[in-house]
């Protein structure tokens, strides 16, 4: 009798085990440069930054070419990632100023549903270890949205100005800060360490892991070992140990045997900053650079993994955005995309899995609030251009400045005269935007009331 209930157990047991695995969506993990340029990496054609572990990672995954950010600078970027809409929906970002400062009150509306909300809802396990750089107060920081666990630093590494009143800059462990200011030096370090230790200890459960990095925005900074080490100097130090980072987190994949169940998306937040010179990186033949709707400013260096999942050594120069990150972690984890708003993002697995059609067919290019360019297939209309940075003034282009991008990545030759008709089926799209678009009252505007 007792074997026979022994034996039901153990049946019991391994259909219960054998439904769990089969049931287990994918561990997803994001990590996420800041301000890293397009021509940066190894495997993107930098000639003096060594990236040994993303250019492995490309080999055992997929170089996309052809991935944006959906804006130029770090909060509304950052804002599109985490809800897979455009800033201009969720209200973060502002005409006047860019980005959140840490004496802003505002930051990342509650109404808004992040990737980690959403994720949470199928049993993930969630964490943050990084900048959040979505509003600092605590109903803004990442364990009130959907992380479990948050390690980092809530806004840039340069905001902690004392003429405006700027305290040192905080790393924070949830809710609380630990360490004022920052250590700079070992934060690629920590974390990994941090993240490393998260993905131990949830490894029999399904986690989404959001890495974003403090680096390479300036002000820059290396551990011991890497510090002196790139022939591109500091910057190359800098990115070099973000390049660790990324080996150190795929080996714990894999000696933790979670490799083939886990999607693992290497992207960064927007250009490189190209008014820091030699501290700042290179867009390689793209046009301009951080805080611009040239192609420098948005289409990042984007690489993905999953073993057995992404064909190896592929490259996809299908169209892809930050906030189809959202959409496609939600349909693997098999959570309903919210249908109560507008999401952007679109379902990248077909690209990602079977080199299959983008479901994206359009990029819209905005500054703060302003739609300044839309791509559309290869083409890629101006309708204002402006300087990233300095007194240039707006150029408002009627009509549009037209590029080829396919042909012309580095947007030289303008073909406008050429293609009215091109221009036209574009201006179509800008009006169909433009007339379901509902600005939200922009949460970045809030915070130039407290300065
Ligand atoms: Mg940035």
Known sequence: MRQTITLTLLFAFFVTSAV????????????????????????????????PELDRMAAEGMKLTQFYSAAPVCTPSRAALMTGRLPIRSGMCSDKRRVLFPNSAGGIPESEVTIAEALKTAGYATACFGKWHLGHLPQYLPTNNGFNYYFGVPYSNDMHVVRRGD???????????????????????????????????????????????????????????????????????????????????LQALRDLKLADQTLVIFTSDNGPWLTKKNEGGTAGLLRDGKG????????????????????????????????????????????????????????????LFDSGPSERKSVFYYRGQTLMAV???????????????????PVTHDPP????????????????????????????????????????????????STQ
């Open 401 to 448: 400045v037209l590029y080829h991008l396919d042909h012309d990545p580095s947007e030289r030759f303008d073909l406008s005269a050429d293609h009215p008709e091109v221009i036209a089926e574009i201006m179509q799209l800008v009006k169909k935007h433009r007339t379901e678009l509902k600005p939200a009252a922009s949460q970045l505007e809030t915070m130039i």
């Open 167 to 249: 305290p040192p800059l905080p790393l924070m462990r949830n809710l609380k800060t630990i360490e004022a200011p920052a250590f700079q030096p070992t934060l690629t370090k920590r974390y990994t360490a941090e993240a490393i230790k998260f993905i131990k200890e949830h490894r029999d459960e399904p986690f989404f892991v959001y890495l974003p990095h403090t680096f390479p925005h300036i002000p820059l900074f290396a551990s011991d070992e890497f510090l002196d080490k790139s022939p591109r100097g500091l910057y190359g130090d800098v990115v070099e140990e973000l390049d660790w980072s990324v080996g150190e987190i």
């Open 375 to 393: 791509r559309h297939g290869p083409w890629k209309a101006h309708l204002i251009t402006r300087p990233a940075y300095g007194r240039g003034k």
């Open 292 to 351: 611009s709707t040239w192609e420098g400013g948005m289409r990042e260096p984007t690489v993905a993994w999953w073993p057995g999942q992404i064909p190896a050594g592929s490259v996809s120069q299908k169209l892809g955005s930050t906030m189809d990150i959202f959409t496609t972690s939600l349909k693997l984890a098999r959570v309903d995309v919210p249908a109560d708003r507008i999401i952007d993002g679109v379902d990248l697995r077909p690209v």
């Open 20 to 51: 769990g695995a089969a049931e287990r969506p994918p561990n997803i993990v994001v990590l996420f440069a800041d301000d890293l340029g397009y021509g940066d990496l190894g495997c993107f054609g930098n000639p003096t930054i060594r990236t």
